[in-house]
């Protein structure tokens, strides 16, 4: 079983930038799609970015295109999240999941969460 942990986050002026890291124990990392999901204040969970095993094909939820990188380095076991531009509408509890878009509610497994504050 993969264990996921997440840092990176913190308190960040609008149009800041943070950028979030994600840990994973074991060795079946590089098998799986990754996701990155947030849960904002009184909202539910929603997804923000995936990128598949290679690391090659990436998409993103349209609020966060073009100022959010996902990346991940398979010899670390590690996944990331470069976030610009932050937005108070970003701010979230951010957690990486197992499994891109269509398949990471399924799989059940994600970290423990970061907390992103986007506020002046």
């Known amino acids: 079983e993969v264990q996921l942990v997440e840092s990176g986050g913190g308190l960040v002026q609008p149009g800041g930038s943070l950028r979030l890291s994600c840990a994973a124990s074991?060795?079946?990392?590089?098998?799986?799609?990754m996701s990155w999901v947030r849960q904002g204040p009184g909202k539910g969970l929603e997804w923000v970015s995936d990128?598949?095993?290679?690391?090659?094909?990436?998409r993103y939820t349209d609020s966060v295109k073009g100022r959010f990188t996902i990346s991940r380095d398979n010899t670390k076991n590690t996944l990331y999240l470069q976030m610009n531009d932050l937005k108070p509408e970003d701010t979230a509890v951010y957690y990486c999941?197992?499994?891109?878009?269509?398949?990471?509610?399924?799989?059940?497994?994600r970290g423990q969460g970061t907390q992103v504050t986007v506020s002046s």
């Open positions: 999941a197992l499994g891109g878009a269509t398949d990471w509610r399924r799989f059940g497994s």
């Open positions: 074991g060795d079946t990392f590089s098998s799986y799609a």
């Open positions: 990128i598949n095993t290679g690391g090659w094909n990436t």
